[in-house]
């Protein structure tokens, strides 16, 4: 996600400078046939006086985007708001940076490893699938819980959890199996500084919200 967002900046910094190039090409207006000037509109927030040689400085980008793919696996239904964007020889850094994203179960699942499976369970919860020795025995645990976002983590905390054998066997192995399926996982692949803030289920995944603020995109 890293060279994405980096890209997807870089990308729209170029079209930035390439605009203003073609506005400066336009044909000059004689100024009495021109129409009176609109009153001058305040500087954005946090805005410089001016940047140095060589860099551009972008009030606010936006982009949006049905697919996306990264080393960390493919994220859908993506949306990349930046504020203060800066591009400099040192490279390219964002004064605030918003992301909303569907990360699908598969994907999730890639990043968490060890064999597990997500799906939607309904109701706002997610179901997790694993097979694991459970106090010496080799069984397939599914679980259904709620799913929240923690200091910056995907949680997801069981509320039911089957084995898939005799009542009194699921009562007697349930605490152990129940600490494998409660998931604690922090979402790979993002700049240092950008961190999940929000997350719900959905059909194809998780709806998650992302921001950080001063974030180093490339260097």
């Known amino acids: 996600m890293r060279a994405f967002l980096a890209g997807v900046l870089t990308t729209l910094v170029g079209l930035a400078v390439a605009a203003a190039i073609a506005v400066s ?35 606010d980008v936006d982009l949006s985007s049905s697919r996306v793919l990264t080393s960390d696996g493919p994220l859908t239904d993506v949306t990349a708001t930046g504020a203060g964007v800066r ?17 699908p179960f598969a994907t999730a699942a890639k990043q968490i490893g060890k064999d597990v499976q997500l799906y ?15 106090l010496g025995r080799r069984v397939a645990v599914r679980a259904t819980g709620t799913v ?14 089957d084995l898939g054998g005799p009542g009194v066997i699921d ?7 129940r600490k494998l399926v409660t998931i604690r ?11 999940l803030t929000a997350v719900k289920v959905e059909q194809g995944g998780f709806r998650t919200k992302l921001t950080g603020t001063d974030v180093v995109l490339t260097q």
């Open 148 to 161: 929240t976002a923690v200091n910056g983590q995907l949680v997801i905390v069981p509320e039911t959890v």
């Open 185 to 195: 996982h922090t979402v790979t692949g993002l700049p240092a500084g950008v961190r």
């Open 25 to 59: 090409s336009l044909p000059v207006v004689d100024p009495a046939q021109a129409a009176p000037p609109s009153p001058a509109t305040p500087s954005a927030p946090g805005a410089p006086s001016s940047v140095a040689k060589g860099e551009t400085w972008l009030a």
């Open 120 to 134: 939607d369970a309904g109701g706002g919860r997610a179901g997790v699938r694993r097979i694991e020795t459970v």
């Open 87 to 103: 591009l400099t020889s040192q490279g390219l850094r964002a004064q605030r940076l918003d992301l909303e994203a569907v990360l």
């Open 171 to 177: 009562s007697a192995l349930s605490t152990a199996a």
